[in-house]
């Protein structure tokens, strides 16, 4: 296993960023997750360190090679695709064996780690089958073997999980996270599903528009947002983004509502908030940190019930306030009906605040 | 994968219901698909059943020149017997045969390079695309006309190039030649007919799934590897068709060696179609040709049933 290393990347079309300046590093044998909304160059940044797409600018590293003009099969990496890409004519065995084959290993070697990968994913009993027979939880078994079987430096994959059910895939996904864990393989996972970065990776690098937006550990991600953007991906329900005005009422810096209601703010809020390069500053809060209550009280602001959604074990309910929809989790005893008026109450230790104009969060 | 089990179930479901019911009742209950079929399968009858019933009819009469049907002679198998026994059937065989395999073996690979080579983009596809287009579309007789001026011994543009490049000496006899007149017909034909399996081809390559080709390149598979383990398992069921189909269509040949030579020289060039058209309209000998285009007949309808045993496994892979 090697560390992969991405500085500057760039992939346009004409006048077109797919990838805008990209860099980070994946240590060796870490588990990175790209994560972002659909064009926002995840698959494009995967296909760029595997080679399959010719790079614009900027230099990849794996281990200890600069592999900007080496071809995919040089590179020595292995893809793991979104529909498995199974060879549809070849048998199970002779799609694991195919890389080594295409490498030209003796054949009782081919056999022997043919045969290895297969128990090690549980699908000796598969290898004489078409992958048409197989479900599709053993055919994403097979795409994996395929590209454990040859021991590269690095594994790329490209939204692995997305054509499983929903059940399947939350057990692939820790199927996978073991497989990380007892290999050490440096891996690179391309998803649209935050939650699957969040359970799954060492470290997450959000994009956006061909930007990488945050690169860092999921907790970090989560607790720290660094805009508005990534406030609003990660977490799930995302964070709700309240946009407002800072304003002073002669002795307390408030956040404004156009609705006319203030929100009075700590003093290290009112010195973040006083930052900001205009008067516009998002107020963002996660839902676990909202309390609802039935009347004004101190810190609270006022809004109305838009659906509530029991799940079980937490009830959800969207509010409207200040025009925004705002997510609060509630414990599923609390009584509220649709359109009735609500006080929400803001943790002023745990409130996010954003520049409203460069959509940055404003730190101390 | 679903997909293929909610087809699985459409299929089952009625074969299930019809066993409850008689042959009789389902008719019944489809009467009006019955009905709207029924100006079809009518045209048909007349159109197709009935001449090939006559054909068939035919073939076991001696027939008058004159076409005085009603003086026509009941012989047997003498027709058979008679095509069958002569030499002209064998060389015409042959002839057809050597036609058919070759004009369908180079318009494929043909077929299948060009359609390779477009499947890639490159500045100026389309046009390119529609000139190769072109042979296809073009009347066959007005291109048989063309190739026959261009292949002409005095006026020839061929032979003036073949001089003009040292190749010869003097201008090759293309079409009164023994050896070249059938070679040179096969150059039209398949010059003709490739573009037909290129569109094809055009169409299969475009459901080889580019993950797959992506996933063998990173695999270690280089283009002709990609190709052989990629591309072509998944123009297996394509190219048997279209094979299929150029195989009919070359048996059935008639416009160009008809234009080009009428099966000269010296029937080096006569292949089935040619040489019925020769007995039954030339000779005036109907029976005998009747009992040619039994024999045709017979083995196109050997061919049709391959051609569709062939789509209808295409149908199978895909569902199973």
């Not at chain 1, 549809?88 to 043919?114: C, G, H, S, W, Y």
């Not at chain 2, 499947?119 to 190769?132: K, M, Q, S, T």
């Not at chain 2, 099966?263 to 040619?274: H, K, L």
């Amino acid at each position: 296993m090697a560390e992969v290393v991405l500085k500057d990347v760039v992939k346009n079309y004409g006048a077109m960023f797919a990838v805008n300046n990209v860099s980070f590093t994946v240590a060796d044998g870490e588990f990175v997750a790209l994560v972002g909304p659909s064009g926002c160059g995840k698959t494009t940044t995967l296909n760029l360190i595997a080679g399959l797409i010719p790079m614009s600018g900027g230099d990849i590293h794996i281990g200890d090679r600069l592999v900007n003009d080496l071809d995919p099969k040089d590179r020595d990496i292995a893809m793991v695709f979104q529909n498995y890409a199974l060879y549809p004519n070849k048998t199970v065995f002779n799609n694991l064996a195919f890389p080594l084959q295409m490498r030209k290993l003796p054949r009782a070697e081919i056999d022997k780690k043919v045969q290895s990968a297969a128990k090690v994913l549980d699908i000796t009993h598969l290898l004489e089958r078409k992958p048409r027979e197989l479900s599709g939880g053993q055919q994403q078994r097979v795409a994996l073997g395929r590209a454990l079987v040859r021991d590269p430096r690095a594994f790329l994959m490209d939204e692995p999980l997305s054509n499983l059910d929903a059940k399947l895939r939350v057990q692939m996904r820790s199927e996978l996270k073991r497989f990380h864990q007892d290999l050490h393989a440096t891996v690179v996972y391309v998803t649209h599903d935050q939650l699957e970065a969040v359970t799954m990776a060492d470290k997450m690098a959000v994009m956006n528009g061909g930007f990488l937006q945050q690169y860092d550990t999921p907790a970090n991600v989560f607790a720290n947002p660094i805009n508005t953007f990534v406030a609003s991906f990660v977490g799930s329900p995302a964070m709700s983004l309240i946009p407002l005005e800072v304003a002073s009422n002669g002795t307390q810096t408030v956040l404004q509502s156009s609705e006319g209601w203030e929100l009075p703010l700590s003093p290290i809020n009112a010195r973040k908030a006083l930052a900001a390069s205009t008067k516009k500053v998002v107020l963002g809060a996660r839902h676990s940190t909202l309390k609802l209550a039935k009347s004004a009280v101190p810190g609270s602001v006022p809004g109305k019930v838009y659906t509530v959604e029991p799940t079980g074990d937490i009830t959800f309910a969207q509010v409207f306030i200040s025009g925004a929809v705002v997510n609060i989790s509630l414990e599923p005893s609390v009584a509220i009906r649709p359109d009735e008026m609500v006080f929400v109450e803001f943790d002023q230790e745990r409130i996010h605040l954003f520049d409203g104009e460069t959509t940055m969060a404003l730190t101390l | 994968m679903s997909i293929a089990t909610g087809q699985g179930t459409a299929v089952l479901a009625p074969t299930l219901k019809s066993k409850r019911v008689g042959p009789l009742q389902r008719i019944y209950n489809h009467r009006a698909d019955y009905l709207y079929v029924l100006p079809a399968l009518l045209v048909m009858l007349i159109v197709i059943a009935y001449p090939v019933y006559y054909t068939i009819e035919l073939s076991f009469f001696k027939t008058p020149p004159n076409l005085q049907m009603k003086d026509k002679v009941f012989v047997g198998l003498d027709n058979y017997a008679t095509i069958l026994s002569s030499s002209s059937f064998r060389e015409v065989t042959m002839n057809t045969l050597i036609w058919t395999v070759f004009s369908t073996l180079f318009a494929f690979l043909i077929g299948l390079a060009a359609a390779l080579a477009l499947h890639r983009e490159f500045i100026g596809r389309g046009v390119l695309r529609a000139l190769l287009l072109i042979p296809y579309v073009v009347s066959a007789v007005a291109a048989s006309y063309v190739w026959k001026w261009l292949y002409h011994s005095d006026f020839g543009v061929i032979g003036a190039l073949a001089v003009q490049f040292g190749l010869t000496d003097k201008p090759i006899n293309f079409l009164d030649n023994l050896h070249t007149v059938l070679p040179s017909l096969i150059v039209v034909n398949v010059w003709k007919e490739f573009s037909f399996a290129m569109i094809m081809l055009m169409a299969g390559l475009q459901t080889v799934p580019e993950q797959l080709l992506r996933a063998a390149q990173v695999d270690g598979a280089n283009a002709w590897q990609r190709f052989w383990h990629v591309t072509f398992p998944h123009l297996k069921s394509v190219s048997m068709v279209t094979v299929l189909l150029l195989m009919v269509s070359n048996f059935n040949s008639f416009i160009i060696p008809w234009v080009m030579t009428g099966g000269g020289p010296a029937g080096a060039s006569d292949i089935w179609i040619t040489q019925i058209y020769n007995i039954a309209f030339g000779r005036q000998r109907y029976g005998v040709a009747a009992a040619y285009s039994v024999i045709l007949f017979i083995v196109m309808m050997t061919l049709g049933y391959f051609y569709v045993k062939a789509l209808t496994r295409g149908d199978e892979s895909r569902a199973g």
